[in-house]
């Protein structure tokens, strides 16, 4: 089975999870971790070390908000086989996991289709409308 456990500032993945359970209409089961911006890290390290105590027999995908933030950085050392860390998570790639995690893949291919789907779910509209001129669009 394959887990997820999800690591940002403030409430930001409590929010993006809530989304993704809205447009899937299904409840998923990623634990989200709230990154206060003044407390130090035990609390998340404890929280961390259980959630993967607690799942040893799985593979473990932990979703971050940014590279080089506190989240992130904090996730280096629980970097194993059966656990990665996705940094920069976005709805795109979150959706692509609920949507996949069941369907047989092995682990390492899940984590770069998951990573895959994150970058192609971002678009700039103006490429897909032509570019501007004078404030107005080419027709």
Same mark, same amino acid.
């Given at each position: 089975m394959i887990k997820s456990l999800m690591i940002t500032h403030g409430n930001f993945g409590e929010e993006l999870? $809530?989304?993704?359970?809205?447009?899937?209409?299904?409840?998923?089961d990623i634990e989200s971790v709230n990154?206060?911006?003044?407390?130090?890290?035990? $609390?998340?390290?404890?929280?961390?070390?259980?959630?993967?105590r607690q799942n040893k027999d799985d593979s473990i995908i932990i979703f971050t908000d940014m590279f080089g933030g506190s989240?992130?950085?904090i996730c280096f050392k629980f970097l194993e086989p059966n656990v990665e860390v996705i940094t920069g998570v976005n709805l795109p790639g979150l959706l692509k996991f609920l949507t996949y995690k069941d369907k047989g893949m092995e682990f390492p291919d899940l984590v770069k289709c998951v990573k895959n789907g994150a970058i192609d779910g971002i678009s700039i509209l103006g490429e897909y409308l032509g570019?501007?001129?004078?404030? $107005?669009r080419k027709s």
């Open positions: 999870i $809530r989304v993704a359970e809205k447009i899937l209409e299904s409840k998923s990154f206060d911006w003044v407390e130090d890290s035990n $609390r998340i390290i404890a929280q961390i070390e259980k959630y993967i989240p992130a950085n570019e501007k001129k004078n404030g $107005r």
